[in-house]
């Protein structure tokens, strides 16, 4: 009986192997020497400890799986298809085409079963990281005496490259800090990366001792190509330790099986091609023959995932609607949080300001965030160290506490690239809303996470103060000038830049809503509130851009386009024009991505085709302002990294005066100075 | 005498503490937490070990201080105050102010003896790991038996927040496994960072432990607030280990003496103010009616670094002699890398191709590549990870080797910000010619470092590539969009995307001449080989934008401008459009920040203000290309994340068509479908 069991199992875990193999050697394209190397840890995984429900991939309560290591996607689907999720052979056969389900790396939106968009080497370890947070957070906020409603736990499988990356180091170092028990990264340890061997630029490190430093629990596995039940005993020894997570070193050997790839980088990047897919079928006892072959033996061994989450999730169901009769509140509590949506009148709390009223957007940001916070449970978030400076601690709340998962306030410490990546896992699992806080200047540290974000479309809130050269004293180093229209360029990233405090409520209420990431750019300046006596309400905030004020007259000569920190200076300057008869229009463009989906009858309403004389003022780079003042227009910003010096003289010294730019608005319509 | 000399000590750490404190309270901004608390181990640093000179603070073989804790910036320059650098007093009371050479973070090139710019946290950390390699670098390349030319050590003074940054974990493990043994780290270990206290975000890690996993060398100083002695037997330590590099943790209080503020985070950012200033300096012993004091022993103390600078200087100058004399063909190389400057005919072999070949622009820059590197011995470089994809080993080199310096392939790991932060160490110390490579997609992650070569006007050459859409398969988390141009926004970063391989060898040389950062964006796909007979030569490529070919009558009614994979598109576009007798003129637009660098009048002669029906073609997105197609032209682009899927169909399906860009064309002018 021993025999049988033990030749299903490695008849399964070859099965996978090569389904993975056929799938790249269908492409011609992608990667097999990761698959044929931890074949054995997916299959243990999945098959003996994973709690999913293949046939309800969104069930709240699954396990999470990460393939952090991307390019292993074929091993990924393979697995999905096997356990029965809606991927089928021709999904598999498909893979890497055009629209198919199975790109090339996972895609979180285009397959069932796949967790985070992975692929960029680090990244799904600080999603990990992010899932095993929000696990407590909801733990916290849900469990109630005889209702574990949330219990699950968080998987990882990361390679070499994974773990040389800094944000899965940062990742790792706020695991431990954490005390995440629930999280188990699986560490495919091959000694190869693509250049070759590890040897070449990874000696140095011993990386369990590593993971031991930063408050991990470490086991290793020695014959991970083949000892499944070491890797089995593993799995189990992680689970019960519930103090700190887990890491396992798997020793494996990339490309197993293929005669003359296996051991070598040449197995990690590339098909195998016909003559060595045979040779390595023939090395594992599969037909050479056989394509996409699955024995109905391993067919109903792993399908058997089916039953199992069928019954995990009825046992669930019913604890859920025991739940909601005992707790009703708190079941309506949840299902908003799962769909994600907010609670009536969440936002009937947001301050407003009335005009006169001098107050940084991130201050006001900071007030609005605590009404927000008060009014939605779901908000989770935090700074890199600067909650200060930022204002986003919610003042109310505990720090985040990763063993109970109470407390809201989540210290990242100096990390802001784990920050984002843990922001989007939060985003992922589901039930949080997620929000995180640095120096604008510092979200080039986030840049990678924040593609992602926009890529896999999560509703993630950045809060970035300090959005100038009025930074002041800290100096060109602390100062954004490029940044705006650097993260303008991200797809699907929508970036508000407010220009008082009321501008600001209205930010933050148009993150709240959106389904995709949401850019806060915030002043460190203090700034005048718009009286709306004289300018428009800050609600036209929600289409992008909108005219401030008219000239009295009412004919528009020209057009004055301003944002954030710089609308002082452009009010200014339009009461002075005016004053000289001149026709200006002042429009306030707090985010270019909602102005650029109005349609187009709206944006010809506010900037007119026929009104050609534009001039734009904002403390950035003018390269990008072409898209609204053509090529006719005047840009008042800045070319050139900043300067240290106290904010007013920064802003002189830059030319964000009120004669500068109302001198550009004459010039473009051939006014002579007043 | 010891008591003599204890005072002496003791009196020069407190003049160095309130030197700094002082100009902080003058600028009343500042931060004053790490000059307190880390005053003893610059004291002992800089006095006891440091090889410098004071009045030559470019001596090439000095010793290098890296302060990546750069807001201790006021420490910095109170040191290179009072040791003789070219900073006064009047500097100091100039702190933070406009056009001061004290700005509020180091930055190179503004202060004598300041040899990185610092600030954002972690970057110091990989700089010193670069100049550390290039020393080694140098030592291999010019050191003869009796000539010990190059021999200096590199220090770096890092903070918790530094350390707790990925970007210091990646460099530090490369710096392991470099076995850098003349680089050493002081750990201001202080236990506060901003927000509070480390526990908040940071009791989960053993440093030292992580430090050890990495193969470093690691001592402690236990009382580093006031046991210099400790300090110095602990530097000395460092010294004597010669197979690795050290790592000194000296625990500190932060904000050091002040009664109200140390050991709190309230000492890290804000100006003491005058109250607590006066007590800080009763505490410490220093009379408080006494600003900007120094005591004149303390001066002649600590002004003895001038006369041991200058005799280390004779010494090496005479050293310098005898090698000229010895290896006269060696010092004239020596004197040309010093320099920065390139061998005569060095570009002699690069090669150039046959209109009609095809070539990958990766693939010719990579053949490029070898006859530079073959020219050019300081050219220094690596990949992280990817060579075999990014073409950039030099194939006649061997691998670096940290202990002997021999071999010019650096292997970085999949290290990409690292990889960007070392290279500005090579480019801050002198004498080598750096160059990195990975994907397009991955220059996010070296985005922080990228930055700061650009604001210290580094030469480093970036290479990368796979920058399109045509990656193909791997899909959209692979494939750059928004890249070009959000690295076009970054000011002082020249970012140059060949059309074809003879641009490609154009786009090296302008690299090689520049003074500042470049960025070399290349194809993974094949690009024909553009015929000089029909279209102009890539020697246009050095202004930036040039005509490739007029119509054949010459009146211009339309211009198409397109940059590297999409020029055959563009070309086959032109080609049908001119048959169809339609005056479009074909541009190359190979690099904006070079078109800019031009005269109006150049610029006009290529893009004439009076045609404005203008296309263009780029597979990246539309947003800013309005800058040279104004309101009224097409840019062919996209606007969303790639697609797996094979390269030519994604380039199909985006639209990057003959029939599509014609038809562009076509419309902007009125003309009808052919």
Redesign the interface.
Known sequence: MADVREQLVSKSVNTLRMLAVDTIEK?N??HPGLPLGAAPMMYVLWQRHLRHAPAEPSWPDRDRFVLSA?HGSALLYAMLHLTGYDVTLDDLRAF?????RT???P?RGETPGVEA??????QGVANGVGMAIAERALAARFNRPGFELVDHRTYVLAG???L???????AI???????LGKLTLLYDSNDI???GPLS???????????F????WQVLRVEKGDTDVDAIDEAIAAAKKETG?PTMIEVKTTIGYGSPHRQGTSAAHGSPLGVEETRLTKEALGVDPDDTFHIPSDVADHLGGAVERGEKAVRAWNDLWEKYRAAHPGLADEWDRAVKGELPGRWDEAIPAWEGGEKIATRAAGGDVLQAIAAAVPSLLGG?A?????TKTRIAEED?FDGVTGAGRNL????????MAGVCNGLAYHGGIRPYCATFF??S??M??SV??A??ASLPVIYVWTHDSIEV???????EP??HL??M?????LTVIRPADANETAEAWRAAMKSDGPTALVLSRQKLPVLDTKRFAPAEGLSRGAYQLADPPGGEVEAILIATGGEMPVAVAAWEKLIGEGIGVRLVSMPS?ELFDSQDDAYRESVLP?AV?ARVSVEAG?R??W??WI???GVAVGI???G????GP??RE?FGFTVDHVAEAVRALIGAGTA
Chains 1, 2 share one sequence.
Not at 117 to 122: Q, V
Not at 212 to 215: D, F, H, L, N
């Open positions: 492409a394209s992608g991307g890497r085409q055009w629209g198919s790109p090339g790396h895609e968009t992975t692929g960029p080497l680090g070499d490259g994974d040389m990356e800094g944000v899965a180091y940062e170092s706020l695991a431990g800090h954490l005390k990366t693509l250049d070449l630029s990874f000696t140095g490190e011993n990386v369990a001792k590593r031991e430093a930063c408050g700190r700074d160290d600067l909650s200060g400076s720090s210290h990242f410490g100096v990390r802001e690239h784990a200047c510092f080039d540290y840049r990678p593609r992602l926009a890529m002041g004293e800290d100096g060109p180093t602390h000038v490029e229209m650097a303008r360029a991200v797809p699907g270019w085709a050609r780079i390269q990008g072409e898209k053509g090529l006719d070319d050139r990294f300067a240290s010096a106290p003289e920064n010294k």
